[in-house]
């Protein structure tokens, strides 16, 4: 009778890893909450009804004539801003330098480092520098892809602005933009 109970205990593990699986929803537009509006990434997720949202916006701008910031803010009533940005180092287009491939060089070191340590992507969390960039009431995601965050603008704004939460599919999963 022993042998079955290493049987059992490895089929409830993968029935398990099974429903885990299942219920893990897939990239894309999906249904969501009646009346809110969801974003879901990789570092997290923003969930806000859609009569409190007041403006969104979608901008692009230089810190310190070196990173080229790629975002997209959604604000509510409620005081909470949620703020969706893409970080792009300059060197990475510039022709003067050969520094693109040392950036990714860097990045490639950075993630296996944030790997082991259990962060995960590092393209994917938030860098803060206390005090300078500590913002109340701000939830922050950063995405992987700059296409990332056309996408959550023309979501929201279509969600928001058009449909007025008539639409349906009120909830964008995004995990590897």
């Known amino acids: 009778m022993k042998p079955v109970l290493p049987i059992l205990v490895l089929t409830l593990l993968s029935t398990l890893t099974s429903l885990r699986a ?11 909450i009646n009346g809110f509006w969801e974003v879901v990434t990789a570092g997290g997720r923003f969930v806000a009804r859609l009569d409190q949202i007041t403006s969104v ?16 803010t959604v ?6 801003t949620a703020r969706f940005y ?7 287009s510039s022709s003067i330098t050969t520094g693109s491939a040392t950036v990714e060089r860097l990045k490639s070191i950075a993630n296996k480092v944030s790997e082991k340590a259990g962060t995960g992507d590092i393209d994917a969390i938030v860098t803060k520098h206390y005090p300078d960039t500590t913002h109340a009431k701000t939830s922050e995601y950063r995405v992987k892809n700059k296409a990332t965050i056309s996408q959550i603008y023309d979501h929201v704004r279509r969600v928001w602005a058009e449909e007025r939460g008539k639409g349906g599919e009120n909830q964008l999963v995004i995990r590897n933009g």
């Open 22 to 32: 299942q219920t893990q929803t897939p990239d894309g537009v999906q249904p969501g």
């Open 57 to 72: 916006s979608e901008q692009e701008y230089l810190i310190d004539g070196a990173v080229r910031v790629f975002e997209c």
């Open 75 to 80: 604000d509510t009533d409620g005081g909470q």
């Open 86 to 92: 893409y970080l792009e180092p300059i060197t990475d």
